[in-house]
């Protein structure tokens, strides 16, 4: 199974960028999905999740209205758009492949590896 996480870079703050993940080796569309963010010094934190069928998102609070979570199940692959970047939005992000219920992320039994995002001020 491989998750490979692209679209990292540097944006000045207000800007925007796209993440996809794209997925192999595993049945994508059973699958709900998630993306992830570490900051330097901080642990891992939930960011968004994306049911298998794509009817139904999830955000945390801090990036709800700037951040929009979508899959493409044609493609095997997930996206994040990220807007109205900010400096604390500055982590790795990783993708991974689990489950979720009730807003709440349950299990993870994929990672992916992680895409650098730099915001700068």
């Known amino acids: 199974v491989q998750l490979q996480a692209s679209g990292g870079g540097l944006v000045q703050a207000g800007g925007s960028l796209r993440l996809s993940c794209a997925a192999s080796g595993l049945t994508f569309s059973t699958y709900d999905m998630g993306w992830f963010r570490q900051a330097p010094g901080k642990e891992r934190e939930f960011v968004a999740t994306?049911?298998?069928?794509?009817?139904?998102?999830y955000y945390a609070d801090s990036v709800k209205g700037r951040f929009t979570i979508s899959r493409d199940n044609a493609k095997n692959t997930v996206y994040m758009q990220m807007n109205s970047l900010k400096p604390e939005d500055t982590a790795v992000y990783y993708c991974?492949?689990?489950?979720?219920?009730?807003?709440?992320?349950?299990?993870?039994?994929?990672w992916g590896q992680g895409t650098l995002v730099t915001v700068s001020s």
């Open positions: 991974a492949a689990g489950s979720y219920k009730g807003s709440k992320w349950l299990r993870t039994n994929y």
């Open positions: 994306i049911s298998w069928s794509g009817s139904s998102t």
